[in-house]
């Protein structure tokens, strides 16, 4: 019955990029070294882009400094401004909100879909106004948002639309990639992510020719690229890295190979939870199609007797996020008064993350789901 000790389990993996070690080093060394001295926005970082755009089969890519810089200069390039409005999920990251009102807008929050843990599109409808600018779709933990859904409310309402796909690379439905549903997309490279990277760096991904260029000139000082020190607009520093685009080049090849490798452990875990509905711990739904695999998250209303039981097994789980943004300090004073939001509230009590990464060993994984299914054997069916 004693099962073999087995080590910690980290929500992060420790050793991501321990594999590629000598290539960075070697990277490091030949950008440091190299003739034209272009430490950022160099030929590496062009061929990072060009990369990203042929996979995505997206218009454009442009590179910039992070995930949250992304959804900054997608706003500005949009023009939303103050008196402007936003609709965003109640429930999720802070860049989120904190993006609009950076930008002198109003985020407008709007409650999820109880399933995928996304902004509802019919939630989303009903807060569109005259000052609406656009809609902001987030992909939240292993399920895409209602795309299609919000692709004809942003058509019918004559909005705009931002797809946050910051964390969903890899996912598709309907066979069009995350990132390629809105008017701009974005991708997030910071470590956990499903392209992560050792360091902090972000795309834009959008078939909008004028968008990209305003976001290409917006990412260094308002520069056109052609003409220095003319600022046609009050740009950022939100520039790449060139040792990052080529270890992010070197990367690439290896991505399908780590997606599914994560797609393989979530279908494990799916296979084994699949039974714990009826004790009250709902995993997510089945089926491929709009499915990715960043984290895995489940809920149950015994959330935090499981994740002590969890830490006690030596598996480390994750809170993504305990409140929902409008109850959150920074945001209240932007969520209508008396607003509520009962699907986002009940998914910030309820939910809780397991380890996903490619370099989980089956006996890591094997030991997360045993964990989690003698919790559900002692708690399960008491309710
Ligand atoms: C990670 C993330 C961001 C922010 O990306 P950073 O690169 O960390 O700035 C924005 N939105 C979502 C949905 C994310 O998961």
């Given at each position: 019955m004693t099962a073999p000790p087995i080590?910690?389990?980290?929500?992060?993996?420790?050793?991501?990029?321990?594999?590629?070690?000598?290539?960075?080093?070697?990277?490091?060394?030949?950008?440091?070294?190299?003739?034209?001295?272009?430490?950022?926005?160099?030929?590496?970082?062009?061929?990072?882009?060009?990369?990203?755009?042929?996979?995505?089969?997206?218009?454009?890519?442009?590179?910039c400094s992070s995930g949250t810089s992304a959804l900054t200069l997608i706003l500005a390039a949009m023009g939303v401004g103050p008196g402007d409005?936003?609709?965003?999920?109640?429930?999720?990251?802070?860049p989120l909100a904190a993006t609009v009102i950076d930008a002198g807008a109003r985020?407008?929050?709007?409650?999820?879909?109880?399933?995928r843990l996304t902004a509802d599109p019919a939630a989303v409808e009903s807060l569109?106004?005259?000052?609406?600018?656009?809609?902001?779709?987030?992909?939240?933990?292993?399920?895409?948002?209602?795309?299609?859904?919000?692709?004809?409310?942003?058509?019918?309402?004559?909005?705009?639309?931002i797809e946050d796909s910051a964390l969903a690379?890899?996912?598709?439905?309907?066979?069009r990639p995350a990132g390629r549903w809105g008017d701009a997309g974005l991708y997030s490279f910071v470590q956990v992510k499903t392209f992560g990277m050792p360091g902090e760096g972000g795309v834009v991904v959008t078939d909008d020719g004028d968008l990209a260029a305003e976001v290409r000139m917006l990412r260094n000082h308002g520069q056109d690229g052609v003409h220095r020190f003319v600022h046609h607009r009050i740009g950022h520093n939100s520039r790449f890295d060139e040792v990052m685009a080529a270890f992010q080049l070197h990367r690439l090849h290896g991505l399908d190979d780590r997606l599914a490798r994560r797609a393989e452990i979530s279908a494990y875990y799916s296979s084994r939870f699949a039974p714990l509905a009826e004790r009250g711990l709902t995993a997510p739904p089945e089926g491929g199609d709009g499915r990715f695999h960043y984290v895995y998250t489940v809920l149950t209303d015994d959330r935090d007797a499981l994740n002590?039981?969890?830490?006690?097994?030596?598996?480390?789980?994750?809170?993504?996020?305990?409140?929902?943004?409008?109850?959150q300090p920074a945001f209240a004073p932007y969520a209508r008064s008396g607003g509520t939001w009962p699907h986002a509230e009940s998914?910030?009590?309820?939910?809780?993350?397991?380890?996903?990464?490619p370099n989980l060993t089956d006996a890591q994984v094997e030991h997360i789901a045993d964990t989690v299914c003698a919790f559900t054997d002692v708690h399960g069916g008491t309710r």
């Open positions: 080590a910690t389990i980290p929500f992060f993996s420790p050793d991501l990029f321990e594999q590629d070690r000598d290539v960075l080093l070697d990277l490091v060394h030949a950008v440091g070294t190299g003739p034209d001295q272009k430490f950022i926005l160099g030929e590496r970082t062009a061929r990072f882009e060009g990369a990203l755009a042929a996979r995505t089969g997206a218009g454009d890519v442009v590179a409005e936003v609709v965003v999920p109640a429930f999720g990251c802070a985020p407008v929050f709007a409650d999820i879909d109880p399933v569109v106004t005259r000052r609406t600018k656009a809609v902001l779709a987030a992909h939240m933990f292993s399920v895409m948002a209602d795309m299609p859904a919000f692709r004809e409310l942003a058509r019918r309402r004559g909005v705009r639309l690379q890899g996912g598709t439905l309907l066979d002590a039981h969890l830490a006690a097994h030596g598996v480390t789980a994750h809170v993504y996020y305990p409140r929902p943004l409008p109850a998914a910030a009590r309820r939910n809780i993350s397991l380890p996903l990464y």
